[in-house]
């Protein structure tokens, strides 16, 4: 199996162009964050929160979206998501001149679906993620859309990859080299592709993915050798609820991938408090995971490192933020 190179990387960053920006990078200095991990610790964040559509999807789906052909343009494209593709899939269906129908579950967020429709995408609501891929192959194969994976295959991960690619480069404009970075998976597209982007830039850097306790998907898969599902989705950060993994995203994170550890939604909490306080940012659940893992299961592990945190997305409404950082 061939995973990208990072002159391809190198090449997918310059198509995608200005449809994409490349997002902040920045030291988190703050006294409430020093009181929580260990001296010397030093964290750089990656603000892929303030990406198009908010949050790191567009690079991926956009990438695929690029090698179809007229005719499947001309036809359109769908997919599943709770929130974040569904809203990267109508932007990049708005800047190819092509239309999107979306399935998302019941449960996906009131603002993230008005965000979809904002867009210009057609939306479907299901009972839950397995019954949107269920439908949604309905629709690929009654109105002959492309299916655009929100984590699977080479093109998604091509995409993901500029994430990581644009981290080290920025760093090291810092002069900094860093001993881990810690993304959070959903379906493994963004870690895979970071992952492979910064082995190959940063091979002494450890990358460190986290999941949800209620989303486990790839930790299962890692502890089982192949790839795995679970039943139901368990977590408030639904961006990361992956119903399964798959071949692609699963080999690419056990080639790229040093460790995947597991975080509890209370410990979620905890991460988007320090964040808004200290980094002043509105995080969605996912985006708060990795400094939820630095903060709780990798906090001794890391202690005195430099780390690098990928901020996934702020795809949140005031009303559920304000409830999770009261809870």
């Not at 991926?60 to 690029?66: I, N």
């Not at 593709?85 to 190819?96: D, F, G, N, R, V």
């Amino acid at each position: 199996m061939s995973f990208p190179t990072l002159e391809e990387i190198r090449a997918a960053r310059s198509r995608l162009g200005t449809r994409v920006v490349t997002t902040p990078v920045r030291e988190l200095v703050d006294h409430a964050v020093a009181e929580r991990v260990p001296p010397g610790t030093k964290v750089w964040l990656k603000e892929e929160l303030f990406q198009r559509t908010g949050s790191f999807k567009p690079r991926g789906a956009l990438t695929v979206m690029f090698d179809l052909t007229a005719e499947q343009l001309a036809k359109g494209v769908t997919g599943v998501s709770a929130g974040n593709h569904a809203i990267s899939l109508a932007y990049a269906a708005k800047e190819l001149g092509t239309t999107a129908t979306v399935v998302m579950p019941r449960t996906a967020s009131p603002f993230r679906i008005q965000l979809c429709q904002e867009l210009g995408a057609t939306i479907e609501l299901v009972d839950t993620v397995h019954d949107a891929f269920t439908r949604v192959r309905e629709i690929e194969s009654t109105q002959q859309r492309t299916f655009v994976h929100p984590y699977e295959g080479p093109r998604t991960a091509l995409g993901t990859a500029t994430v990581g690619l644009e981290f080290i480069e920025q760093l090291a404009a810092h002069h900094v080299t860093p001993d881990a970075v810690i993304v959070a998976a959903g379906g493994g597209g963004l870690t895979g592709g970071v992952a492979c982007a910064m082995k190959q830039l940063a091979p002494n850097t450890r990358v460190i993915v986290v999941e949800p306790e209620g989303a486990d998907t790839m930790h299962r898969s890692f502890a089982a050798g192949s790839p795995q599902s679970i039943d139901k989705v368990r977590t408030i950060a639904d961006s990361l609820g992956a119903p399964r993994c798959e071949p692609y995203s699963f080999a690419l994170n056990r080639q790229f991938v040093d460790e995947v550890v597991l975080v509890s939604d209370d410990q979620i909490r905890d991460a988007m408090r320090l964040l808004f306080r200290s980094a002043k940012l509105v995080t969605e659940p996912a985006a708060a995971a990795s400094m939820a893992a630095l903060l709780h299961p990798l906090r001794e592990q890391l202690a005195g490192k430099t780390v690098g945190l990928v901020i996934c997305g702020g795809n949140i409404d005031a009303a559920t933020f304000s409830t999770h950082l009261a809870t």
